[in-house]
């Protein structure tokens, strides 16, 4: 039947599993579409066969072996179609799911580096005595325990998912989408670290002059006491 073939023509016209969102939900449409037409055509060839097969068992068809083969090769050729598009279905679907749970995970990085960044804003100016500088190095470590450190594991799992899917995608599948919002969230990333560990050196340095100063006055003290 020429709509087979038609729809042979149309399933191998379709691009490869997309990268984003919004294409793979296209292309589960698409598909789900093929395979409605698909099943309507096997239907046909099953009504066909069963003429066929009458025809040849009342005598009427002139060649018996032919039409028998003809009807086989109808057969197979939907049954490798509907294989074709349901591996397909099973492909997109599968691909939607990791690229869901990639922006899953992307939403909540992107939200917790806002709130590391309000906290870091937040931060108060190091002080400057022993007590109050072992304080706000308590706070910081803290900070990191509860946030920065979940935070970096599960940036660590969102790059390896996100670069998991670019260097899967086949050849002419856009990425660049995907690849611009790991590039987005490594640079927010980036930035946060750099002034976090600005302020843990600057806390180092305000801990170790304090207590060279401590220990100076405690020495005059001594010295004036005498």
Do not use: C
Not at 167 to 186: C, F, I, P, R, W
């Amino acid at each position: 039947m020429g709509d087979l073939s038609l729809l042979e023509t149309e399933l191998d016209s379709m691009s490869p599993p997309g990268r984003d969102l919004a294409t793979l939900n296209n292309q589960l449409d698409q598909t789900h579409h093929f395979l409605s037409k698909l099943e309507a055509r096997q239907a046909e060839v099953d009504a066909v066969a069963t003429d066929g097969q009458n025809l040849v068992a009342h005598g009427h068809a002139p060649d018996a072996q032919s039409t028998r083969d003809q009807l086989d090769s109808l057969r197979k050729q939907a049954s490798r179609l509907e294989d074709r598009g349901k591996n397909r279905l099973d492909e997109l679907e599968k691909t939607l799911s990791r690229v869901e749970s990639f922006y899953d995970l992307y939403g909540g990085i992107m939200r917790h580096i806002d709130e590391a960044s309000a906290e870091e804003r937040a931060f108060k100016p190091i002080g400057g005595d022993v007590e109050l500088v072992r304080q706000q190095q308590e706070e910081f470590r803290h900070f990191r325990t509860e946030l920065i450190v979940p935070l970096s594991r599960d940036l660590d799992e969102a790059n390896r998912n996100g670069q998991g899917l670019v260097q899967s995608a086949a050849n002419g599948v856009s990425t660049s989408a995907l690849e611009s919002d790991l590039e987005k969230m490594n640079d927010r990333w980036n930035n946060l670290k750099e002034k976090l560990n600005d302020r843990e050196r600057r806390l180092d340095v305000a801990f170790l002059q304090s207590g060279k100063f401590q220990e100076a006055l405690q020495v005059g003290l001594i010295v004036v006491s005498f």
